[in-house]
């Protein structure tokens, strides 16, 4: 009996440090994670993102932050001429002027569509997300990527009045409008194919 009591409070302890430990552990080596270089096309998004002033977002707590400063912005689920899926590996928030083109891209698409809406796949990601991301989806950004900062939104391509198909007709109208902006120095935008989405990034004008 003595013999068991002293080995249970042996293994409870052991067992605790392992799951305190497994906790404290980051998922990614940021030092890894700064050494990869963007392409030259990706590269205006980042430095667009920066331009904010908002920090590479690396937990819950970074966005909490920024939040609580009012810094990021809520977005809906539903607005006009979008929609958000659930986010499994990203949160619905933005920073101030994000939030404002994504309404604007919305509503221009809703009005030249006679009221479709497409579909945002993905906002504001930490390192941890990007990271659990990357476990289930090996095209997730390996170094930085402008979702770390607040400021970048996936809008996909196949995805229109909650179907997910292909519509080359309201691809063709959504694109229009991204060129729309981007023309007017708003915005930049990536057709990611692996992805099936339009990345984009809104500029600090």
């Keep these: 009996m003595k013999k068991f009591l002293l080995i249970i ?64 912005h809520s977005v809906n689920k539903k607005g006009k001429g979008y929609r958000v899926q659930k986010l499994d590996y990203s949160r ?49 950004s390996l170094g930085i990527s402008s979702h770390n900062y607040g400021n970048s939104f996936d809008i996909s391509y196949v995805r229109f009045n909650g179907v997910h198909r292909p519509n080359p007709k309201l691809e063709s109208a959504l694109e229009k409008v991204l060129k729309y902006y981007y023309d007017a120095r708003r915005i930049y935008y990536i057709k990611e194919k692996q992805q099936s989405c339009f990345h984009v990034t809104v500029r600090n004008y």
């Design 9 to 72: 409070p042996v293994i409870f302890s052991h067992t605790f440090h392992g799951q305190k430990s497994a906790k404290s552990s980051p998922c990614y080596d940021l030092n890894e994670v700064l050494k990869v270089e963007p392409t030259p096309l990706y590269k205006p998004h980042l430095d667009a993102s920066k331009s904010f002033n908002v920090k590479i977002l690396k937990t819950t707590g970074t966005v909490q932050k920024y939040i609580n400063s009012g810094k990021f």
């Design 92 to 140: 619905a928030w933005l920073v101030s002027k994000a939030y404002l083109n994504l309404e604007r891209i919305g509503n221009r698409f809703s009005k030249n569509t006679g009221g479709a809406y497409f579909t945002v796949t993905s906002i504001t990601r930490t390192l941890e997300d990007q990271c659990k991301l990357r476990k289930v989806n090996s095209n997730a």
